[in-house]
């Protein structure tokens, strides 16, 4: 029995052209930047018709995770005040974090699951993912289950 994934992750770069489009135009549409679906297509240069086609198909990674429970795996160094940073990092982005665990330290590295509701960023899941990243000791986060 070979079952087909019914969803995939894939790079924006990676995508046929009028998917970007088409989540321009919902994004014109929910920011009011355009009024009608005909006005926000022809602002991005797809038909009305393209986006109708594809609009409830193709939707931005952050919107998919928005109001859901994320779990992010991070890898971080065993060294004072980064764990707290992390959780600052957390909480100034607006997610709920829900549950930590750390792992025991080894190799002057500790593995942290954190459990987080989504619901109220400030940001995108990617933006809250990049200054996660860029928090001084962070290793390398990622997104276990969301």
Not at 13 to 22: L, T
Not at 26 to 39: D, F, H, I, P
Not at 115 to 143: D, F, K, Y
Request: hydrophobic share 45%; charged share 20%; with cysteine.
């Amino acid at each position: 029995m070979n079952r087909e994934p019914k969803y995939f992750i894939v790079e924006a770069g990676a995508m046929p052209e009028i998917f970007r489009k088409v989540v321009q135009a919902k994004q014109l549409l929910e920011t009011g930047e355009a009024r009608t679906v005909n006005v926000a297509a022809r602002m991005v240069g797809i038909s009305r018709s393209a986006f109708y086609k594809y609009k409830e198909a193709v939707r931005p990674f952050h919107d998919m995770l928005h109001g859901r429970i994320v779990t992010f795996q991070l890898m971080v160094r065993d060294e004072p005040g980064v764990l707290s940073a992390l959780l600052n990092v957390f909480a100034g982005t607006g997610a709920n974090i829900l549950t930590i665990n750390q792992n025991i330290p080894s190799g002057g590295c500790a593995l942290v699951t954190m459990t987080a509701e989504t619901s109220a960023l400030h940001m995108t899941v990617e933006e809250m993912m990049l200054s996660a990243q860029n928090s001084p000791g962070v290793l390398r986060c990622e997104i276990l289950a969301g």
